[in-house]
């Protein structure tokens, strides 16, 4: 009798250990599935800052000189800048802007809009070359760009240097050996650019730099400007 009860009682001690044992499995089971799942939902919190911060997110006035920069790909489309210090004019800018839409409507492609952003972005060159007393492209330029110098303060005059060159464009597609003549006019009129800005800036010797970018930029290898 003693016997059969020490049996059943180390039977159902043994029972208890097994339970407690299943018990702790089934809590470790769970909690590592809340781990997992506490991963996964920080690692899908992360990818949609990512695509949140991504989305939100071109001498004297008779001794002028210019330069124009082509390009082999489009660009992403603009984005208004929050805010932006220009010492530019309303009157400039829309003097500016009303010149190139004056062009592009000659050759029948649509107007083209003032972007804020450009027009930083084209300040800040402008001021680089200025300070430094240089006169070259933004050699990492995410638009296309033109520039020039002269002595004239108005910033419409760039835009009239490099209209200058349409006697030189006649429609063809453009390539390596006939668009550098004409490389400041066909990207005035280029017919994808929707956007464009401008920044001017004055050098030691009193030149006035001025640069001019444009979004989507032109002058494509093996397309015409319109």
């Known amino acids: 009798m003693r016997t059969l009860l020490l049996l059943i009682i180390g039977t159902l001690f043994s029972c208890a250990q097994i339970q407690q044992l299943a018990d702790k499995y089934q809590k470790e089971v769970q909690k590592q599935k809340m781990e997992r799942e506490k991963k996964e939902r920080e690692q ?88 430094n007393n240089r006169f070259e492209h933004r050699s990492d330029n995410r638009y296309g760009e033109n520039i020039a110098m002269h002595y004239d303060n108005a910033l419409v005059n760039g835009a009239k240097l490099w209209y200058q060159e349409k006697k030189h464009y006649k429609g063809a597609v453009l390539n390596s050996s006939n668009w550098s003549k004409a490389g400041h006019y066909t990207q005035m009129v280029w017919r994808a650019t929707r956007y464009i800005g401008a920044g001017k800036a004055t050098n030691a010797k ?15 290898m093996g397309q015409k400007a319109y």
Do not use: C
């Open 44 to 131: 899908q919190q992360s990818q949609q800052t990512v695509t949140i911060t991504e989305g939100s997110s071109s001498s004297s006035s008779t001794q002028s000189t210019s330069s124009t920069q082509n390009s082999s790909t489009q660009n992403t489309p603009v984005r208004k800048a929050a805010s932006f210090v220009t010492t530019l004019s309303q009157q400039e800018i829309q003097e500016y802007l009303d010149f190139h839409n004056k062009a592009r409507k000659e050759v029948g492609v649509p107007p083209v809009q003032w972007s804020d952003e450009i027009a930083a972005y084209s300040q800040e060159w402008a001021d680089y070359l200025a300070q």
């Open 206 to 220: 009193g030149q006035i730099i001025i640069v001019g970018n444009y979004d989507p930029a032109g002058n494509m």
